[in-house]
């Protein structure tokens, strides 16, 4: 059975731990409960490349992150996860003001496309935040008001629910080659 590429597009404002995230599930599944020392990948050694077996078939999971290629509107992925830094409000706003209206006037298959909402660097959610803390639930109901398949939140340093959102990912993924597509059904979830 041949390999199904998959290409993965990585969306948000810089700092927002894109690169930490994808450094980390490089590693392999040993490094995603937050033991293994992150190495940080390159920008020019993108796409960032990761086979997995997953539903008896093989994926190649082609992942690409918005500081690379030079033109990543060019590209056609088949799921983009759109990433805002929980511990950063503006990388939230900018998310709802500029990223999702950037995936709509990119790719014309945006009806269709996919869209994963990942709050990263949960380890730095701060109570002390002077614009508020970002709980779980206000992502959530941010990702339900832009109209994304699903939400998920993880911190790559420590691995605090890395895995999860990355199975996920893996699965979406996988779905988007199926004749159903990787949309959800009915709207955003929670995980």
């Avoid at 109570?127 to 970002?134: A, F, L, R, S, V």
Wanted: include cysteine; aromatic fraction near 8%; charge should be negative.
């Amino acid at each position: 059975m041949d390999d199904v590429t998959i290409k993965i597009l990585l969306l948000g404002d810089e700092k927002v731990g894109k690169t930490t995230f994808l450094s980390r599930i490089s590693r392999g599944s040993g490094s995603l409960e937050g033991h293994v020392p992150i190495t940080l990948l390159r920008d020019m050694d993108q796409p960032f490349i990761f086979e997995i077996r997953n539903r008896k078939r093989m994926y190649r999971l082609e992942f690409y992150d918005t500081s690379c290629p030079e033109d990543w509107r060019l590209l056609e992925p088949n799921l983009v996860l759109i990433c805002f830094d929980l511990g950063q409000r503006l990388s939230l706003i900018n998310m709802q003001r500029v990223w999702i209206n950037q995936v709509h006037s990119n790719f014309r298959t945006s009806d269709h496309l996919p869209i994963i909402v990942v709050g990263l660097k949960r380890d730095l959610r701060s109570e002390d935040d002077p614009n508020g803390i970002i709980y779980p639930q206000e992502g959530y109901k941010i990702s339900q008001e832009m109209r994304v398949d699903k939400y998920v939140e993880c911190s790559a340093v420590t691995g605090e629910l890395l895995k999860l959102a990355f199975e996920e990912i893996c699965n979406t993924a996988a779905q988007t080659v199926t004749a159903d597509g990787g949309q959800s059904e009915g709207g955003c979830v929670i995980l």
